[in-house]
Nanobody, 112 residues
Framework: VQLQASGGGLVQAGGSRRLSCSASGRGFINYTVAWFRQAPGKEREFVSA????????YYGDFVKGRFTISRDNDKKTVELQMNSLKPEDAAVYFC??????WGRGTLVTVSS
């Protein structure tokens, strides 16, 4: 499985951004897909995940209802809708599958 994250860019504080993680290869439907992020000088941290099967979702504590993760198994994509963005949300966002694959990140910059 190969992953490609997209959708990053510059957004004003309070704005929204939708990230997309596209997968190629087989078995996507069988894996949990997660988003992580890493800001300069900080460790990579968990943002959100959507499980295979019934699609149970999980979020990092800092999300507090601002982000929504969804998956489309037919299109092999997982999207992360981010609302009410804060400057501290600025980071490179990566997607990851439970098969152990990381995608190339996409940079989100939030201006105050």
């Amino acid at each position: 499985v190969q992953l490609q994250a997209s959708g990053g860019g510059l957004v004003q504080a309070g704005g929204s951004r939708r990230l997309s993680c596209s997968a190629s290869g087989r078995g996507f439907i069988n894996y949990t897909v997660a988003w992580f992020r890493q800001a300069p000088g900080k460790e990579r941290e968990f943002v959100s995940a959507v499980k295979y099967g019934i699609g149970t979702t999980y979020y990092g504590d800092f999300v507090k209802g601002r982000f929504t993760i969804s998956r489309d198994n037919d299109k092999k994509t997982v999207e992360l809708q981010m609302n009410s963005l804060k400057p501290e949300d600025a980071a490179v966002y990566f997607c990851y599958t439970s098969a152990g694959y990381w995608g190339r990140g996409t940079l989100v910059t939030v201006s105050s």
